[in-house]
C-alpha cells in the first residue's frame, strides 16, 4: 500500500504507524522545500537536523551506512557531518583510498585525527577500541554515576569514527588482518552508544563481501547518494525495503536517508553555496574537543566487563565473519562482482 500512496501523491512514504483496526501512512511532499544550507545544520542533543524536520538522532539510533557513486554528493555530505561533529566532539577519520578526506591531514585541528595507511587504520580502530572502554570506565567511577545515564550525563563530547571508501580497505585484508579488524569493530558498533562512541562507514557499494550483513544491520542510519541501481538500493536499505518506489532523480545531493526507522526517505543534503569552503571552515579550529583518559588505565577487569555486554549471538556473527570459509566464499563473489554496479 505504501508504494502505490507514493506513486499516487507523488509522495515520500516516511512512517507507517499501525493500530488494531488501523493503519496511518505519513507522506512528506515538496522534499525539496525543506532543504537547508549548510550553515544552518547543527548538532545539539544528540540530534542533527539534516532537512527541515528531518532529525537523525544519533544517541538513540547510533551509527552510519553512507553510499553512493562518483558525483552524487557523497563527499560534501561526509564534510557535512565532519563539521557538525568537530563543533561538539572528537572527529576521527580514515581514508585509505588517500583522496578527499585525507587533504585535511595538514591542518591544524585534524593533526593526528586523520590517517591513511593500512596499519595506521588497524590502531586507529583499535585505539578506538580502548577510548570506548576508557569512557565506559570514567562513567563508571564518576562521583555522579547514575545507571543508565550516556555520555553527555558525564558532560562527555561525543567520539566519531568515520572510515571513507571502507571496501578498498576491506577488501585488501586477508584472513588474519580481518579478523584483527573485525574483534574491534563489531564491539565498536554494538557497545559504543552509551559511551558516545559512533561509527560512520561510506562505501560505494555496500554488499556483503564488503561489509558483512552483521556490521550492515547495525548501522542504523543509512544514506545513498546519487543514483542507484535497485541491487545498489537492496544493499543499502536491505530486503524489507524492496518494494519502495526508488526513484534515481538528477542532482547533486540527492538521495535517500533512513534515520533508523525502517524506512527510506527522499533525501536533499544540505545545500552548499559557492561562496562557502570546506576547508576555510575546517581552518578555523586550531583543536578537536577532546578530554584526557590518558591517566585512565584498562584493567582486566575492565575488558570483563566489556565482553559481559558482548552476547554470545555477537561472538558467533564475529567468529562466522573471519572463518575461513567466509573468507574464501568473501574473495569468490569479489571476483565475480564487475558485474554489479552503481549507476
Not at 547510533?62 to 558525483?71: A, F, K, T, V, W
Not at 554515576?145 to 571496501?167: C, H, L, Q, R, S
Amino acid at each position: 500500500m505504501g508504494s502505490v500512496l507514493e506513486e499516487m501523491f507523488l509522495g515520500d512514504l516516511v512512517e507507517v504507524d499501525r493500530k488494531p483496526m488501523l493503519v496511518t501512512y505519513k507522506l512528506l511532499l515538496d522534499t525539496i522545500s525543506r532543504r537547508l544550507s549548510i550553515r544552518e545544520v547543527k548538532a545539539k542533543n544528540g540530534s542533527i537536523e539534516i532537512m527541515a524536520g528531518v532529525f537523525w538522532d544519533y544517541d538513540k539510533m547510533p551509527n552510519m551506512l553512507i553510499s553512493g557513486g562518483i558525483g552524487g554528493g557523497k563527499t560534501y555530505f561526509i564534510y557535512m557531518l565532519i563539521k557538525v561533529f568537530m563543533e561538539v566532539g572528537t572527529v576521527k577519520i580514515a581514508d585509505p583510498k588517500k583522496s578527499d578526506l585525507g587533504v585535511l591531514a595538514d591542518l591544524p585541528a585534524f593533526k593526528g585525527h586523520v590517517v591513511m595507511e593500512k596499519e595506521e587504520i588497524f590502531r586507529l580502530l583499535e585505539d578506538s577500541f580502548e577510548m570506548m572502554i576508557k569512557r565506559y570506565k570514567y562513567m563508571r567511577e564518576h562521583e555522579n554515576y547514575t545507571m543508565g545515564k550516556n555520555y553527555a550525563f558525564y558532560e562527555m563530547p561525543p567520539y566519531v569514527v568515520i572510515v571513507d571508501e571502507w571496501a578498498a580497505f576491506f577488501s585488501t585484508l586477508d584472513y588474519k588482518e580481518t579478523e584483527r579488524v573485525l574483534k574491534v569493530l563489531m564491539p565498536l558498533i554494538l557497545q559504543g552508544r552509551q559511551s558516545g562512541v559512533y561509527m560512520i562507514i561510506a562505501l560505494q557499494r555496500p554488499d556483503a563481501q564488503s561489509l558483512p550483513n552483521g556490521i550492515r544491520d547495525n548501522l542504523l542510519a543509512k544514506v545513498s547518494l546519487g543514483r542507484l541501481s535497485e541491487l545498489g538500493y537492496k544493499m543499502t536499505y536491505g530486503d524489507d525495503n524492496k518494494n519502495k518506489s526508488f526513484v534515481n532523480k538528477s542532482g547533486v545531493g540527492r538521495g535517500y536517508l533512513d534515520i533508523g526507522k525502517g524506512i527510506p526517505q527522499e533525501l536533499y543534503s544540505p545545500f552548499v553555496p559557492e561562496d562557502f569552503d570546506f576547508l576555510e571552515e575546517f581552518s578555523k579550529f586550531d583543536q578537536m574537543i577532546e578530554l584526557d583518559f590518558e591517566s585512565i588505565r584498562i584493567t582486566g577487569r575492565d575488558r570483563e566487563m566489556m565482553d559481559d555486554m558482548h552476547s554470545a549471538e555477537d561472538e558467533m556473527k564475529i567468529r562466522k565473519m573471519v572463518s575461513e570459509e567466509y573468507q574464501r566464499k568473501r574473495q569468490e563473489k569479489l571476483d565475480k562482482a564487475s558485474d554489479i554496479k552503481i549507476e
